[in-house]
């Protein structure tokens, strides 16, 4: 379900830019100073406007669905190359036990990239409105909730990854499979 809901964020923020694409004038903010004043102009191209969703895009295929796959199938053959934490023991559980422990990180992947397309989506629409003299400044504060909930999954991605070797470990020692990453 959370892949679906990227991917239609991903078109989401697409949708956005086209919607805004014939209101633009010649030129379109492309830098924002802190306080959200524009700094720097571009003329309006495809690649100028259309940069940000295809950034978005290219984020959200490779962070949100291809390395959450990626990192389990390390876990699945047991990469000495996938950095986790207590990674001696996280070895030596089963097959399916690795897997498990590490959806939280492949889970939390795909969270930070959603989050992030929506920052993007908040710099499409901002930018359009600053651009046709609607708004005199990008305000910023809406760009602080998505920045500080890409802060908290990953966070909580650390802990959940850490609580789930742990407790596939004494699952492997007592003979059953015990994390619920969700738990």
Request: aromatic fraction near 8%; proline fraction near 8%.
């Amino acid at each position: 379900m959370l892949r679906y809901t990227l991917v239609l964020s991903m078109l989401a923020v697409w949708g956005l830019a086209v919607q805004a694409w014939p209101d633009l004038p010649a030129r379109i903010p492309m830098h924002y100073d802190l306080a959200g004043q524009p700094d720097g102009w571009v003329d309006k191209s495809l690649v100028s406007w259309f940069g940000v969703p295809a950034f978005g895009t290219l984020l959200g295929v490779v962070m949100g669905l291809l390395l959450p796959r990626w990192v389990v199938g390390m876990a699945r053959r047991n990469s000495p190359w996938l950095n986790v934490p207590d990674k001696k023991r996280f070895m030596a559980l089963s097959e399916a036990g690795r897997v498990r422990a590490v959806q939280p990180v492949a889970a939390g992947l795909s969270w930070v990239v959603l989050l992030m397309q929506g920052l993007l989506a908040w710099l499409v629409v901002g930018g359009a409105r600053v651009a046709t003299g609607e708004w005199a400044a990008l305000p910023s504060w809406p760009m602080l909730l998505p920045i500080a909930g890409i802060g908290f999954v990953v966070v909580v991605m650390l802990v959940l990854s850490r609580r789930c070797i742990r407790q596939e470990v004494r699952g492997q020692e007592a003979g059953r499979p015990i994390c619920r990453p969700g738990a």
